[in-house]
């Protein structure tokens, strides 16, 4: 609760959380009055800390000089000098009311302004000495007895303060400017609810070592621990106490200016707004402070401010870690440190332990953010967020779902899409499974990914996004936003977003996933990519693919192990009815892989198969599942089965059926499955070391020119040749990739 306080070694911590008055002992007479109350209450103070957004710390002597003033407030209670005896004689009741009412104020005063109680005071002694020479003999006895016997000790005990004393120049002004100039705190900005641990556990190894944008991580072995320690050095906690003040001055200067609700929908252009906002701040504080800051200096300040107003805080530099797949923050928060997914080191234990204001924090932006309620109601949120360097999406729970509060997990994506080159060169898949995958998004299969948790299914699908046509429309369909759609969006891509209720959250207010989805089969001849096949909406999905609604390429994912596993979830679980089931062409299976000691995993693509149409009642008994390509562990790699090298695969020799030049060869169908893997590998071999080659924009620019070049040559000499085909295309890769080194 605000005010509340402890004392830990001398130490007085009050917790202004909450509390509507400044923290500034100098600028608050409520903060002044509540503080010397608590020192009247705690014994043994030496520091006074008042915790809030920052922490302001008083050290001894400015201590002291209001324990003076918290003692002398007891000692004229104590001795009673406020009573009728010390205001007034027998008999002699006319001016009690008045002269009491003024001693409570002067001693009512002393905690909120004990300069002004003096003052008050020292009027009051002359005040009462020059009636006591005017007036009857009687009543000069009353003030008499007033001024000894009150006012007088009073003022004895006031004048043996310090603050009194140093105070006395400053009498006949009023205001807190004597005060500023008196306390003066350290001022350490709290820009993180966040405790972190500095220091290294004993007998740690280091394992490896690497850089967050300014921002040092270590991974660290702990011995008799399987779990790493995942300890980050914020750049916040490495600034000079000079940057500090001037952190802290802009954000006050800031606060008017947080984020609306509005505002928080175009995340992207807010940060940039409130970025060049800081930076203007900072650099006229740093001026005013006479404070030299380097360019690079000042825009790295201006990012720390952002982030802990227009951003996530700590979560941001989480985020920013390209190595980082999965966040936990369990509850009750702030009772342990937050986990980690990493690449290379799994389950990780970080050095951060948020706080419940973090958790507050988080969850009212998260509300913001997606338009959805968070509270005992409604206690499953699922969101996205988007931050510098990657976004996420969130899944936040609280009561009455988590008994101990709030709690949230965080899936990390990649700021940029991921892209075939990208996986092949990450080992995720090979070229030859990628050409493969390629030819049937081009000839409009429909293609289930599916997977266990983590094992990389929605990040396939938004790859394979980027292997359609720019020239089609895409529409997809999600109940928790996760596909690339913006960045496609920028990269030119026809493409419409439809979002769908959440089977989990169900919000009123937005359309059930099935009612969504047929209204997606009403916008128009589309590709159609459903984020995951969840509940009622594959129903609706199935038989639209069974009756041919959908002339373009169908792809979504779905949790499954197997292709006889999908089909058991979609048939048994889900209700689709095995002979609309039929209309699935392709079951893309990717598992997380564990190494024999079971202290790694790492993703990989497992098999391709195609669903034939000839069984009736159970694809596995009767063979309607034909692997086209599978894993092998000991080449770790996919490798294709005698079913795809002889040309036996159902669903690729009807593609080639409806193709007038590959009707009936089926080299030249393998050919340009051949060709489409030589191209994406040879991008995934030159991304080594031109890492950017890899990424979206160029793998799109590639796939345009690709299609492009088959065109011309199937003119030139009436088919596709793949070997004059890939000698263009290598020629054109060449020189692009002189062209961007230019830039």
Known sequence: MPCDYTVEE????????????????????????????????AKNVTKIVLSGYREYEYDWPQVKLLLEIANAI??????RIISLDNISIPGCDRCVDQRLGKLQYI?????????????????EIRHASVKKNRTLEKCRKCYENYINNALIPIKSILENCELIKMGEKYLSVKGREFYREVFSPSIRPNFMYTRYQLLIPKDAE?????????????????????????????????LSEEEYLILDMARRYLASHRPRRAELAEPEETRNIFFSISRDIIKDVAERNKVSLSGEKLNELAEILVRYTAGFGILEL???????????????????????????????????????????????????????????ANPVLDTEIITPGGRARVCAITRTLSPTGLGFALRRHRERPWTYPLFIKNRYMNALSAGLLWFLIDNART??????????????????????????????????????????????????????RSVITRVETELPADDALRTALRLGDSCLIVGEVRSVEAKALWEAMRIGALANVVAGTIHGDSPYGVFDRVVNDLGVPPTSFKATDIIVIANRLRSPDGLR?????????????????????????VTLMEYSAKE??????????????????????????????????????????????????????????????????????FHIICDEVNKEVGMLDSKIIFERWFEWIKNYIKEQMKK
């Open 10 to 41: 001398g130490r007085l911590k009050v917790n202004c959380i909450g509390c509507m008055h400044e923290l500034s002992i100098e600028n608050s007479e409520i903060c002044m009055s509540n503080t010397i109350k608590k020192l009247i209450e």
């Open 74 to 79: 007891q000692t004229i209670e104590r001795k």
């Open 107 to 123: 001693l009512t005063s002393l905690a909120y302004d004990p300069l002004d109680a003096y003052r008050t005071l020292i009027r």
């Open 206 to 238: 280091l394992v490896y070592k690497y850089m967050v944008g300014n921002n040092e991580v270590k991974i660290l072995k702990i011995p008799n621990h399987t779990r790493f320690l995942y300890h980050i050095t914020p750049v916040e906690f490495t």
């Open 318 to 376: 989480l985020l920013m870690d390209e190595h980082i797949q999965d966040i936990s923050i369990n509850s009750p928060v702030g009772t342990t440190p937050i986990f980690v997914y990493h690449s290379d080191f799994e389950n990780c234990e970080t050095n951060l332990i948020p706080s419940i204001e973090d958790a507050n924090m988080w969850a009212t932006r998260f509300r913001l953010i997606s338009g959805r309620p968070l509270d005992e």
């Open 447 to 500: 293609m289930l990914i599916a997977g266990t948790r983590s094992s990389g299914k929605t990040s396939l699908l938004g790859a394979s996004m980027l292997q359609i046509m720019p020239r089609l429309r895409i529409i997809t369909c999600e109940d928790t936003i996760e596909l690339p759609v913006t960045k496609l969006r920028e990269l030119g891509y026809d493409i419409e977003q439809l979002k769908s």
């Open 601 to 625: 995993a790492y993703r990989r693509l497992t098999t391709i198969t195609e669903v034939r149409k000839h069984w009736k009642h159970d694809p596995l008994d009767e063979g309607g599942f």
């Open 636 to 705: 770790d790699e996919m490798k294709p089965t005698q079913t795809l090298l002889i040309g036996e695969s159902f669903i690729l020799n009807e593609i080639a059926s409806m193709v007038r030049e590959w009707k009936g060869n089926w080299e030249l169908v393998w050919e340009n499955i051949n060709l489409r893997a030589n191209v994406l590998g040879k991008i995934a071999e030159l991304s080594n070391s031109i890492p950017e080659i890899a990424e979206a924009e160029h793998v799109l620019k590639s796939n345009q020119v």
